[in-house]
Protein backbone atom coordinates (compact mmCIF):
# COMPACT_ATOMS: atom_id res chain seq x y z
CA UNK A 1 0.00 0.00 0.00
CA UNK A 2 1.87 3.12 -1.54
CA UNK A 3 1.40 6.43 -0.93
CA UNK A 4 3.51 7.58 -3.55
CA UNK A 5 2.80 9.90 -6.24
CA UNK A 6 3.88 9.74 -9.88
CA UNK A 7 7.28 11.56 -10.33
CA UNK A 8 7.52 12.19 -6.25
CA UNK A 9 8.73 8.87 -5.60
CA UNK A 10 12.10 8.77 -3.63
CA UNK A 11 15.10 6.98 -4.44
CA UNK A 12 17.62 4.46 -3.52
CA UNK A 13 17.53 2.80 0.11
CA UNK A 14 14.83 4.84 1.36
CA UNK A 15 12.43 4.26 -1.52
CA UNK A 16 13.21 0.37 -1.10
CA UNK A 17 12.43 0.45 2.78
CA UNK A 18 8.89 2.23 2.14
CA UNK A 19 7.86 -0.23 -0.37
CA UNK A 20 9.41 -3.04 1.42
CA UNK A 21 6.77 -1.70 4.17
CA UNK A 22 3.88 -1.26 2.33
CA UNK A 23 4.07 -4.81 1.11
CA UNK A 24 4.40 -6.53 4.80
CA UNK A 25 1.39 -4.20 5.76
CA UNK A 26 -0.43 -4.98 2.44
CA UNK A 27 0.51 -8.38 2.83
CA UNK A 28 -0.39 -9.02 6.84
CA UNK A 29 -3.70 -7.61 6.37
CA UNK A 30 -4.23 -9.43 3.10
CA UNK A 31 -3.66 -12.78 4.65
CA UNK A 32 -5.65 -12.06 7.59
CA UNK A 33 -8.35 -11.43 4.92
CA UNK A 34 -7.64 -14.72 3.33
CA UNK A 35 -7.68 -16.68 6.30
CA UNK A 36 -11.39 -15.28 7.23
CA UNK A 37 -12.74 -16.33 4.02
CA UNK A 38 -10.90 -19.91 4.17
CA UNK A 39 -12.49 -20.10 7.91
CA UNK A 40 -16.15 -18.64 6.78
CA UNK A 41 -16.10 -21.50 4.17
CA UNK A 42 -15.91 -24.26 7.13
CA UNK A 43 -18.38 -22.71 8.85
CA UNK A 44 -20.73 -22.71 6.23
CA UNK A 45 -20.01 -26.10 5.79
CA UNK A 46 -20.13 -27.85 8.76
CA UNK A 47 -23.09 -24.77 10.07
CA UNK A 48 -20.99 -23.75 13.45
CA UNK A 49 -19.14 -20.67 14.13
CA UNK A 50 -16.47 -23.35 15.94
CA UNK A 51 -15.08 -25.44 13.03
CA UNK A 52 -12.51 -26.59 14.52
CA UNK A 53 -12.95 -27.43 18.05
CA UNK A 54 -10.52 -27.45 20.75
CA UNK A 55 -9.87 -29.62 23.97
CA UNK A 56 -8.96 -26.75 26.13
CA UNK A 57 -9.69 -26.42 29.99
CA UNK A 58 -9.01 -22.46 28.91
CA UNK A 59 -12.27 -20.20 27.86
CA UNK A 60 -9.91 -18.51 25.51
CA UNK A 61 -6.95 -20.95 24.68
CA UNK A 62 -5.80 -18.92 21.55
CA UNK A 63 -5.07 -15.92 23.62
CA UNK A 64 -1.86 -15.54 24.11
CA UNK A 65 -1.53 -16.21 20.53
CA UNK A 66 -4.10 -13.63 19.55
CA UNK A 67 -2.20 -11.25 21.70
CA UNK A 68 0.94 -11.84 20.15
CA UNK A 69 -0.88 -10.88 16.30
CA UNK A 70 -2.38 -7.73 17.80
CA UNK A 71 1.27 -6.59 19.03
CA UNK A 72 3.08 -7.32 15.63
CA UNK A 73 0.17 -5.78 14.13
CA UNK A 74 0.43 -2.79 16.27
CA UNK A 75 3.87 -2.39 15.69
CA UNK A 76 3.07 -2.62 12.01
CA UNK A 77 1.38 0.15 12.18
CA UNK A 78 2.60 2.39 14.07
CA UNK A 79 5.83 1.81 11.66
CA UNK A 80 3.85 2.60 8.82
CA UNK A 81 2.04 5.57 9.97
CA UNK A 82 5.33 7.05 10.50
CA UNK A 83 6.49 6.47 7.05
CA UNK A 84 3.39 7.38 5.70
CA UNK A 85 4.07 10.82 7.80
CA UNK A 86 7.26 11.37 6.54
CA UNK A 87 5.98 11.03 2.97
CA UNK A 88 3.62 13.40 3.38
CA UNK A 89 5.65 15.72 5.17
CA UNK A 90 7.94 15.66 2.38
CA UNK A 91 5.32 16.05 -0.21
CA UNK A 92 4.04 18.81 1.78
CA UNK A 93 0.44 17.66 2.14
CA UNK A 94 -2.24 18.07 4.85
CA UNK A 95 -4.48 15.37 4.46
CA UNK A 96 -2.28 13.00 6.05
CA UNK A 97 -5.84 11.68 8.49
CA UNK A 98 -7.28 9.79 5.22
CA UNK A 99 -4.64 7.02 5.04
CA UNK A 100 -4.28 6.90 8.51
CA UNK A 101 -7.96 6.15 8.94
CA UNK A 102 -8.06 3.79 5.80
CA UNK A 103 -4.89 2.18 7.63
CA UNK A 104 -6.52 1.68 11.02
CA UNK A 105 -9.54 0.01 9.09
CA UNK A 106 -7.49 -1.95 7.04
CA UNK A 107 -5.48 -3.52 10.34
CA UNK A 108 -9.04 -3.86 12.09
CA UNK A 109 -10.18 -6.24 9.44
CA UNK A 110 -6.92 -7.92 9.51
CA UNK A 111 -6.65 -8.63 12.71
CA UNK A 112 -10.10 -9.57 12.59
CA UNK A 113 -9.56 -12.44 10.26
CA UNK A 114 -6.13 -13.76 12.09
CA UNK A 115 -7.88 -13.97 14.86
CA UNK A 116 -10.91 -16.23 13.29
CA UNK A 117 -8.36 -17.76 11.74
CA UNK A 118 -6.55 -18.97 14.55
CA UNK A 119 -8.34 -22.13 15.28
CA UNK A 120 -8.01 -23.02 11.66
CA UNK A 121 -4.22 -22.52 11.67
CA UNK A 122 -4.09 -24.77 14.93
CA UNK A 123 -5.48 -27.32 12.96
CA UNK A 124 -4.56 -27.13 9.36
CA UNK A 125 -1.21 -26.56 10.39
CA UNK A 126 -0.95 -29.77 12.63
CA UNK A 127 0.91 -32.62 10.84
CA UNK A 128 0.54 -34.78 14.13
CA UNK A 129 -1.77 -38.02 14.33
CA UNK A 130 -4.86 -37.72 15.52
CA UNK A 131 -5.15 -40.10 18.37
CA UNK A 132 -8.55 -41.89 19.67
CA UNK A 133 -9.05 -40.45 23.32
CA UNK A 134 -11.93 -41.80 25.55
CA UNK A 135 -13.64 -38.89 27.38
CA UNK A 136 -16.67 -39.17 29.88
CA UNK A 137 -19.50 -36.62 29.08
CA UNK A 138 -20.87 -34.69 32.14
CA UNK A 139 -23.14 -33.23 30.61
CA UNK A 140 -24.70 -31.42 27.22
CA UNK A 141 -26.39 -27.86 27.09
CA UNK A 142 -26.93 -25.27 24.58
CA UNK A 143 -25.30 -21.76 24.07
CA UNK A 144 -27.10 -19.43 22.07
CA UNK A 145 -25.23 -17.36 19.47
CA UNK A 146 -25.45 -15.89 15.84
CA UNK A 147 -25.08 -18.81 13.16
CA UNK A 148 -22.90 -17.89 10.10
CA UNK A 149 -25.81 -20.22 8.59
CA UNK A 150 -28.83 -19.70 10.43
CA UNK A 151 -28.51 -16.11 11.98
CA UNK A 152 -28.93 -16.58 15.64
CA UNK A 153 -29.43 -19.95 17.09
CA UNK A 154 -28.16 -21.95 19.83
CA UNK A 155 -25.73 -24.85 19.50
CA UNK A 156 -24.54 -27.38 21.41
CA UNK A 157 -21.68 -27.52 23.79
CA UNK A 158 -20.67 -30.59 26.59
CA UNK A 159 -18.76 -30.68 29.47
CA UNK A 160 -16.13 -33.35 29.33
CA UNK A 161 -12.83 -34.35 31.24
CA UNK A 162 -10.41 -37.36 29.82
CA UNK A 163 -11.20 -41.12 30.74
CA UNK A 164 -7.48 -41.91 31.35
CA UNK A 165 -6.95 -38.29 33.34
CA UNK A 166 -9.83 -36.91 35.06
CA UNK A 167 -8.31 -34.13 35.69
CA UNK A 168 -7.95 -32.33 32.62
CA UNK A 169 -11.49 -30.89 31.71
CA UNK A 170 -13.23 -28.86 29.35
CA UNK A 171 -16.24 -27.49 28.34
CA UNK A 172 -16.48 -28.81 23.90
CA UNK A 173 -18.66 -27.84 21.13
CA UNK A 174 -20.43 -30.85 20.65
CA UNK A 175 -22.50 -30.36 17.29
CA UNK A 176 -20.23 -33.09 15.87
CA UNK A 177 -21.93 -35.95 17.71
CA UNK A 178 -24.57 -37.34 15.39
CA UNK A 179 -27.24 -38.59 18.66
CA UNK A 180 -30.19 -36.05 17.95
CA UNK A 181 -30.76 -33.33 20.77
CA UNK A 182 -33.85 -35.31 21.89
CA UNK A 183 -31.94 -38.22 22.42
CA UNK A 184 -30.17 -39.12 26.07
CA UNK A 185 -26.65 -39.46 25.01
CA UNK A 186 -23.91 -41.83 26.57
CA UNK A 187 -21.11 -40.66 29.05
CA UNK A 188 -18.74 -42.31 26.83
CA UNK A 189 -17.47 -41.04 23.79
CA UNK A 190 -14.19 -40.63 21.69
CA UNK A 191 -12.46 -37.82 20.37
CA UNK A 192 -9.33 -38.06 17.52
CA UNK A 193 -7.16 -35.62 19.31
CA UNK A 194 -4.18 -33.94 17.71
CA UNK A 195 -1.61 -31.96 19.74
CA UNK A 196 -2.31 -28.44 17.81
CA UNK A 197 0.33 -26.50 15.98
CA UNK A 198 -0.37 -23.30 17.92
CA UNK A 199 -0.05 -25.76 21.33
CA UNK A 200 -3.65 -26.21 21.46
CA UNK A 201 -4.88 -29.57 21.27
CA UNK A 202 -8.03 -29.95 18.84
CA UNK A 203 -10.46 -32.56 17.56
CA UNK A 204 -11.89 -33.71 14.63
CA UNK A 205 -15.67 -32.39 13.98
CA UNK A 206 -17.43 -35.78 13.78
CA UNK A 207 -17.64 -37.59 17.65
CA UNK A 208 -18.05 -40.93 17.91
CA UNK A 209 -20.90 -41.09 20.31
CA UNK A 210 -23.97 -43.33 20.88
CA UNK A 211 -27.11 -43.35 22.78
CA UNK A 212 -27.83 -43.44 26.31
CA UNK A 213 -27.95 -47.45 27.49
CA UNK A 214 -29.13 -48.19 30.59
CA UNK A 215 -26.13 -49.82 32.27
CA UNK A 216 -23.96 -46.41 31.19
CA UNK A 217 -25.15 -44.55 34.33
CA UNK A 218 -26.11 -46.16 38.10
CA UNK A 219 -30.04 -45.86 38.58
CA UNK A 220 -29.41 -45.10 41.79
CA UNK A 221 -26.09 -45.26 44.10
CA UNK A 222 -24.06 -48.02 42.67
CA UNK A 223 -27.11 -49.64 41.35
CA UNK A 224 -26.85 -50.11 37.43
CA UNK A 225 -29.60 -51.77 35.42
CA UNK A 226 -28.97 -54.55 32.88
CA UNK A 227 -25.59 -56.34 34.92
CA UNK A 228 -27.46 -59.47 35.70
CA UNK A 229 -29.49 -58.33 38.28
CA UNK A 230 -33.02 -57.96 37.30
CA UNK A 231 -35.00 -55.15 39.67
CA UNK A 232 -38.73 -54.28 40.15
CA UNK A 233 -39.90 -50.46 39.65
CA UNK A 234 -42.48 -49.09 41.18
CA UNK A 235 -42.99 -45.43 40.89
CA UNK A 236 -45.40 -43.68 43.42
CA UNK A 237 -47.25 -40.64 42.69
CA UNK A 238 -45.23 -37.92 45.78
CA UNK A 239 -48.64 -36.39 46.94
CA UNK A 240 -51.31 -37.62 49.47
CA UNK A 241 -54.04 -39.89 48.27
CA UNK A 242 -56.58 -37.64 46.13
CA UNK A 243 -59.66 -39.43 48.06
CA UNK A 244 -60.87 -38.61 51.02
CA UNK A 245 -59.80 -40.16 54.39
CA UNK A 246 -63.10 -40.15 56.35
CA UNK A 247 -64.57 -43.44 56.44
CA UNK A 248 -68.24 -42.39 55.18
CA UNK A 249 -67.53 -40.57 52.61
CA UNK A 250 -69.20 -40.49 49.18
CA UNK A 251 -65.87 -42.49 47.91
CA UNK A 252 -65.78 -45.27 50.82
CA UNK A 253 -69.25 -45.37 50.26
CA UNK A 254 -69.88 -46.87 46.35
CA UNK A 255 -67.01 -49.22 47.44
CA UNK A 256 -68.93 -51.03 50.23
CA UNK A 257 -71.96 -50.84 47.97
CA UNK A 258 -69.93 -52.61 44.89
CA UNK A 259 -68.38 -55.03 47.16
CA UNK A 260 -71.94 -55.48 49.08
CA UNK A 261 -73.67 -56.16 45.67
CA UNK A 262 -70.87 -58.18 44.21
CA UNK A 263 -70.84 -60.54 47.36
CA UNK A 264 -75.14 -61.17 47.31
CA UNK A 265 -74.26 -61.94 43.70
CA UNK A 266 -71.71 -64.60 44.27
CA UNK A 267 -73.92 -66.06 47.22
CA UNK A 268 -77.45 -65.76 45.74
CA UNK A 269 -76.19 -66.27 42.19
CA UNK A 270 -80.03 -65.14 40.52
CA UNK A 271 -81.29 -62.47 37.71
CA UNK A 272 -82.23 -60.02 40.40
CA UNK A 273 -78.95 -59.72 41.85
CA UNK A 274 -77.11 -59.91 38.82
CA UNK A 275 -79.72 -56.04 38.06
CA UNK A 276 -78.42 -55.12 40.97
CA UNK A 277 -75.04 -55.57 40.92
CA UNK A 278 -75.54 -53.74 37.44
CA UNK A 279 -76.76 -50.70 38.83
CA UNK A 280 -74.28 -50.38 41.79
CA UNK A 281 -71.75 -50.42 39.25
CA UNK A 282 -73.27 -48.15 36.79
CA UNK A 283 -73.64 -45.43 39.86
CA UNK A 284 -69.46 -46.11 40.93
CA UNK A 285 -67.95 -44.39 37.58
CA UNK A 286 -66.86 -41.42 39.95
CA UNK A 287 -65.33 -43.63 42.73
CA UNK A 288 -63.16 -46.26 40.38
CA UNK A 289 -61.20 -46.33 36.96
CA UNK A 290 -63.64 -46.29 33.83
CA UNK A 291 -62.08 -49.22 32.73
CA UNK A 292 -62.97 -51.33 36.06
CA UNK A 293 -66.17 -50.56 35.50
CA UNK A 294 -66.35 -51.18 31.76
CA UNK A 295 -64.48 -54.54 33.21
CA UNK A 296 -66.86 -55.61 35.64
CA UNK A 297 -70.15 -54.70 33.29
CA UNK A 298 -69.12 -56.92 30.79
CA UNK A 299 -68.21 -59.80 33.15
CA UNK A 300 -71.76 -59.66 34.02
CA UNK A 301 -74.06 -58.87 30.42
CA UNK A 302 -73.68 -62.31 29.71
CA UNK A 303 -75.30 -63.91 33.44
CA UNK A 304 -79.13 -62.43 32.57
CA UNK A 305 -80.17 -66.31 31.13
CA UNK A 306 -77.17 -68.02 32.90
CA UNK A 307 -77.80 -70.71 35.58
CA UNK A 308 -77.61 -69.97 39.29
CA UNK A 309 -74.40 -71.87 39.54
CA UNK A 310 -72.94 -69.87 36.31
CA UNK A 311 -74.05 -66.69 38.25
CA UNK A 312 -72.68 -67.68 41.63
CA UNK A 313 -69.03 -68.75 39.81
CA UNK A 314 -68.95 -65.50 37.81
CA UNK A 315 -70.40 -63.36 40.54
CA UNK A 316 -67.23 -64.61 42.67
CA UNK A 317 -64.47 -63.83 39.92
CA UNK A 318 -66.13 -60.55 39.21
CA UNK A 319 -65.98 -59.57 43.53
CA UNK A 320 -62.01 -60.93 43.26
CA UNK A 321 -61.68 -58.18 40.57
CA UNK A 322 -63.79 -55.10 42.50
CA UNK A 323 -61.56 -56.08 45.47
CA UNK A 324 -58.54 -55.40 43.43
CA UNK A 325 -60.16 -52.38 42.06
CA UNK A 326 -61.12 -50.83 45.19
CA UNK A 327 -57.69 -51.86 46.22
CA UNK A 328 -55.56 -49.89 44.10
CA UNK A 329 -57.05 -46.61 45.44
CA UNK A 330 -55.16 -47.51 48.90
CA UNK A 331 -51.94 -46.85 47.15
CA UNK A 332 -49.55 -48.78 50.49
CA UNK A 333 -51.71 -52.11 51.21
CA UNK A 334 -51.17 -52.07 47.51
CA UNK A 335 -47.80 -52.10 47.26
CA UNK A 336 -47.72 -54.12 50.00
CA UNK A 337 -49.47 -56.60 48.30
CA UNK A 338 -47.27 -56.56 45.19
CA UNK A 339 -44.00 -56.62 47.44
CA UNK A 340 -45.62 -59.89 49.58
CA UNK A 341 -46.76 -61.33 46.57
CA UNK A 342 -43.25 -61.07 44.21
CA UNK A 343 -41.26 -61.81 47.32
CA UNK A 344 -43.21 -65.02 48.10
CA UNK A 345 -43.10 -65.98 44.66
CA UNK A 346 -39.88 -65.77 43.74
CA UNK A 347 -37.65 -64.90 47.04
CA UNK A 348 -34.83 -62.67 46.69
CA UNK A 349 -37.13 -59.64 44.35
CA UNK A 350 -35.11 -56.89 44.40
CA UNK A 351 -37.80 -53.75 44.39
CA UNK A 352 -37.22 -50.18 44.66
CA UNK A 353 -40.42 -47.91 45.38
CA UNK A 354 -39.78 -44.30 43.67
CA UNK A 355 -42.41 -41.51 45.31
CA UNK A 356 -42.05 -38.05 42.84
CA UNK A 357 -42.33 -34.93 43.96
CA UNK A 358 -41.51 -33.28 47.78
CA UNK A 359 -44.15 -35.78 49.39
CA UNK A 360 -42.56 -39.03 51.56
CA UNK A 361 -44.85 -41.30 52.65
CA UNK A 362 -43.46 -43.38 55.45
CA UNK A 363 -45.70 -46.33 54.28
CA UNK A 364 -43.33 -47.39 51.78
CA UNK A 365 -40.89 -48.07 54.19
CA UNK A 366 -39.75 -51.58 54.93
CA UNK A 367 -42.51 -53.56 52.76
CA UNK A 368 -39.98 -56.15 52.45
CA UNK A 369 -36.20 -57.26 53.05
CA UNK A 370 -35.12 -56.51 49.42
CA UNK A 371 -36.96 -53.46 48.91
CA UNK A 372 -35.73 -50.00 48.94
CA UNK A 373 -37.59 -46.31 49.14
CA UNK A 374 -36.57 -43.58 47.38
CA UNK A 375 -37.04 -39.84 46.22
CA UNK A 376 -37.31 -39.04 42.70
CA UNK A 377 -34.31 -37.12 43.63
CA UNK A 378 -32.25 -40.18 44.56
CA UNK A 379 -32.37 -41.40 41.60
CA UNK A 380 -30.97 -40.37 37.93
CA UNK A 381 -33.74 -39.62 35.76
CA UNK A 382 -32.63 -40.20 32.51
CA UNK A 383 -31.88 -43.75 32.88
CA UNK A 384 -35.71 -43.88 34.87
CA UNK A 385 -36.93 -42.30 31.83
CA UNK A 386 -35.82 -45.61 29.64
CA UNK A 387 -38.22 -47.46 31.39
CA UNK A 388 -41.41 -45.74 32.75
CA UNK A 389 -42.02 -43.03 30.64
CA UNK A 390 -41.54 -45.14 27.00
CA UNK A 391 -43.13 -48.29 28.77
CA UNK A 392 -45.03 -50.27 26.50
CA UNK A 393 -48.77 -48.46 26.62
CA UNK A 394 -48.03 -45.44 28.46
CA UNK A 395 -48.44 -42.00 27.04
CA UNK A 396 -47.96 -40.73 30.94
CA UNK A 397 -45.35 -38.52 31.91
CA UNK A 398 -44.30 -41.19 35.07
CA UNK A 399 -44.91 -38.55 37.77
CA UNK A 400 -48.36 -38.78 37.21
CA UNK A 401 -49.02 -42.49 36.46
CA UNK A 402 -47.88 -44.99 39.22
CA UNK A 403 -46.70 -47.80 37.36
CA UNK A 404 -44.67 -51.18 37.88
CA UNK A 405 -41.98 -52.27 35.36
CA UNK A 406 -39.32 -54.69 35.37
CA UNK A 407 -35.71 -54.16 34.23
CA UNK A 408 -34.57 -58.12 33.71
CA UNK A 409 -30.94 -58.97 34.15
CA UNK A 410 -29.96 -58.31 30.30
CA UNK A 411 -30.96 -54.37 30.77
CA UNK A 412 -34.60 -55.01 28.48
CA UNK A 413 -37.86 -53.65 29.17
CA UNK A 414 -39.99 -57.00 30.15
CA UNK A 415 -42.87 -55.85 31.44
CA UNK A 416 -44.95 -52.29 32.27
CA UNK A 417 -48.45 -52.18 33.78
CA UNK A 418 -50.43 -49.47 35.82
CA UNK A 419 -49.48 -50.45 39.54
CA UNK A 420 -53.61 -51.01 40.26
CA UNK A 421 -53.69 -53.77 37.70
CA UNK A 422 -52.55 -56.40 40.90
CA UNK A 423 -54.35 -58.87 39.24
CA UNK A 424 -51.33 -59.44 36.61
CA UNK A 425 -48.84 -60.00 38.95
CA UNK A 426 -48.85 -63.71 38.28
CA UNK A 427 -47.28 -62.55 34.53
CA UNK A 428 -44.58 -60.42 36.50
CA UNK A 429 -43.90 -63.69 38.46
CA UNK A 430 -43.76 -65.72 35.49
CA UNK A 431 -40.89 -63.71 33.72
CA UNK A 432 -38.86 -63.23 37.32
CA UNK A 433 -39.02 -66.89 37.20
CA UNK A 434 -37.95 -66.82 34.05
CA UNK A 435 -35.16 -64.64 34.12
CA UNK A 436 -33.60 -65.40 37.72
CA UNK A 437 -33.55 -63.15 40.69
CA UNK A 438 -31.08 -64.14 43.27
CA UNK A 439 -30.94 -62.52 46.68
CA UNK A 440 -28.62 -59.53 46.31
CA UNK A 441 -26.44 -59.62 48.65
CA UNK A 442 -25.88 -56.17 49.80
CA UNK A 443 -29.54 -55.84 50.79
CA UNK A 444 -29.82 -59.02 53.14
CA UNK A 445 -30.35 -56.68 56.13
CA UNK A 446 -31.93 -53.95 54.77
Given at each position: ?7 N????K?Y????ILD ?5 A ?7 AM????F?L???T ?5 T ?15 F?A??A??LA???S ?12 V?L????S?L ?7 G???GD????A ?5 PA??T?I?V????H???S?VR ?5 T ?5 H??D??G ?5 N ?13 P?AV?Q?S???L??P??KFS ?10 KP???D?Y ?5 P??I?T???Y?P???K???D?F????R ?11 N ?10 DV?E ?9 DVASLLQ???PL???S??KVRS?G ?7 R???L ?17 A ?16 P ?9 R???E??V???I ?6 KAP?S ?5 E????V?A???G?R ?8 I????E?V??L ?6 V???H??H
Open positions: MSADLPGAPKGRRSERGVFAGVGAGILLVWAGAARALDPFPFASAKYPFKPFYWRIYFALWWAVIWKRWLRWRRDDLPYLGVAIAMGLGWALSMLNLLDFSVAPYKNVFRYSSFGNSSRHASVRRDPQRAVIWQGCAVPDEVPVSFLLRGAGVWFIDCRPLRVDDLFKRLGRGQLVFIAGPAGPDANSHETYDVLGALSKLAKGNGLAVRDAEIGSRSALHEDQLAHQADEAGAALAYADAVSFDRPALAARWARTLAEVPGTEMVFIQTGDYRDAFEHLCSTCSLQADNEELNLFISGNVDWREERVLDGARAFAAPMRKARAPLALKADGAPPSSQD
